[in-house]
């Protein structure tokens, strides 16, 4: 029992060094990941580098098959192109598996104090993410030590070599039972691995230690393609073809499985060796026969996975769940979601004006049921955010999560009040037949025209986030609290003359241009996570010696 235990805790081990290592890469990586892929599109081969280089650098293909279903998804990239880039994606895992396979005994002490250091020193830094990286890798060849010290006194156990001995010689079971240690254990690489150790170790049969390769590369396939369920059809239909290309070289493997399993033995006398050296030979052979039918099998995915028909109406959320396995990529779709819930906001805001001046109680019905939407929009980007793994973000990463929260909470408080004013006219002016002094809707006019302006400015603040952009927006707040006193005095200057329009608005013009303010305040609340990021905000004002010296295009 305390071997049994011995292996699970060595099996674990090896999982969580993968998953380590994976997060160290994202955080240390995570945008140029995203910019690797997007510029390797060109052609078939230089897809499959690409995959090769960037599965390599993340140690999971299943990684990078979520991020080019997100690709797709968002019509990015075609399908055809991300199931290149996939071919090349295996190759890179099972090069990587090779690489393990060494001995490397010496290596796992070296990397774990080594990466501890710098992970404890410099934890926020990119010397401190190099850290973590090489805790997992050191974590890894530790692991697969552990698992061949715990497999030999099973080996040598009589129970375990009659059950051995009677298990049948059925690949299809083997590759089956290889699919689902996949998908349990969430990584090929580290089934793979654990196989190879235990075909060493004389526990498993190389013949079955083959059939459970095979089965990983499918579950590593399966695992993709449950993980995109739910998701846009151009975003399934990549983990789909790449199940297809497996099925099809399962399909051609089968058969060929006891000839690889006598030249493996003629060319290559570790056993440990012969496992990993299949599964790379598989993976190549693989990518070398599928690579000119991506195209085609792109297009035969479309039959299977066709568009849905969508209303006139009807919207893709940028919330891609298959995203969030690269948080990086999860933080740029929040940032888009955000910006069409701005998006609604303007929309509310410019039909306000047009409500005070026309009367239209339609309109302001359609406008009040629009904060619906917005409140909608906000709920769901906060519960998107917080799946989001905060510990695989950088430290941009984490203040650009921060500035998304701040700017969603800022337009759902905008477009309550802009709901609130809509219902203030209809009681008030609407339905009493009122209308404003000529001089007074000239002042709400002109404060109407600043809030779009301030609005435009607001989301080109989040969006860019340049400093320069940030401190105008700042102003505006002084600025438009000065027009509402103003605003407010010449008001009262006309209920002393008595203007009848005046006298019969006035509690709601007053609310009404104190309300504009409040919607201002909300959109210039934009720019304070950006100045205070680049350090130029103060307790109470901008520190003016430091935003003198920032050029034009921000920090």
């Not at 235990?5 to 160290?24: D, E, H, Q």
Request: charged letters at 15%.
């Amino acid at each position: 029992m305390v071997h049994l235990l011995n292996l699970l805790a060595a099996i674990a081990l090896l999982v969580w060094g993968t998953s380590i290592v994976r997060t160290g890469m994202m955080r240390l990586l995570g945008a140029n990941l995203r910019t690797v892929l997007a510029h390797s599109f060109r052609n078939r081969f230089t897809a499959m580098l690409a995959g090769m280089s960037v599965t390599g650098l993340v140690q999971s293909s299943t990684a990078t098959c979520l991020m080019l279903a997100s690709f797709a998804g968002k019509e990015l990239v075609t399908t055809g192109a991300a199931l290149a880039v996939m071919l090349g994606a295996d190759i890179g895992t099972a090069a990587m598996t090779v690489v393990y396979a060494f001995d490397l005994s010496w290596v796992s002490p070296l990397f774990i104090f080594s990466g501890v250091v710098l992970f404890i020193s410099r934890q926020n830094s990119v010397a401190g993410q190099v850290g973590r990286v090489l805790i997992g890798l050191g974590l890894i060849t530790l692991a697969l030590q552990l698992i061949v010290g715990a497999t030999k006194p099973l080996t040598q156990a009589p129970a375990v070599r009659a059950l051995l001995v009677s298990l049948p010689s059925e690949v299809m079971l083997d590759i089956v039972v290889g699919a689902l240690l996949t998908v349990l254990a969430y990584s090929s690489l580290a089934i793979v691995l654990l196989t190879a150790t235990l075909a060493a170790s004389g526990l498993l049969p190389v013949s079955v230690a083959l059939g459970l390769v095979i089965g990983a590369n499918v579950g590593s396939a399966v695992l993709a393609l449950f993980s995109t369920s739910g998701q846009p059809a151009a975003a399934r239909r990549v983990p789909l073809g790449n199940l297809m290309f497996k099925l099809v070289g399962t399909a051609i493997a089968i058969p060929l499985v006891p000839e690889a399993r006598a030249l493996l033995g003629q060319w290559i006398v570790d056993v440990q060796q012969q496992v990993v050296g299949f599964h790379l030979v598989f993976n190549v052979v693989l990518a070398a026969v599928c690579v000119a039918f991506t195209g085609a099998v792109g297009r035969l995915t479309a039959r299977f996975i066709p568009d849905p028909r969508r209303g006139v109406d009807e919207r893709r959320s940028h919330l891609d769940a298959a995203a969030l396995g690269t948080p990086s990529l999860a933080i740029g779709c929040a940032a888009r979601e955000a910006l069409h819930q701005a998006d609604v906001v303007e929309t509310m805001l410019r039909g306000l004006l047009e409500v005070i001046r026309s009367n239209d109680l339609a309109l302001a019905e359609r406008l009040r049921r629009m904060d619906d939407q917005v409140d909608e929009l906000y709920a769901s980007i906060k519960f998107y955010l917080t799946q989001i793994s905060r510990e695989a973000l950088a430290e941009r990463e984490g203040r650009r999560w921060t500035d998304i929260v701040s700017f969603t909470i800022n337009m759902e408080q905008v477009a309550d009040i802009i709901e609130r004013v809509l219902l203030d006219v209809e009681e008030k002016k609407i339905r009493k037949s009122l209308a404003f002094s000529e001089a007074g809707m000239a002042e709400i006019c002109h404060l109407h025209e600043r809030l779009l302006a301030n609005l435009r400015l607001a989301m080109s603040v989040f969006l860019d986030g340049h400093v320069r952009d940030a401190s105008k927006l700042l102003e505006e707040k002084a600025r438009f609290r000065e027009l509402e006193h103003e605003y407010a005095a010449n008001h009262i200057a006309r209920l002393q003359d008595n203007t009848a329009q005046s006298i019969e608005t006035s509690s709601l013009h007053l609310d009404l241009i104190s309300e504009l303010k409040r919607i201002n305040s909300h959109l210039c609340g934009v720019a304070y996570p950006i100045l205070e990021s680049a350090g130029v905000l103060a307790a109470t004002r901008l520190r003016q010696s430091q935003l003198a010296g920032l050029d034009e295009s921000g920090a």
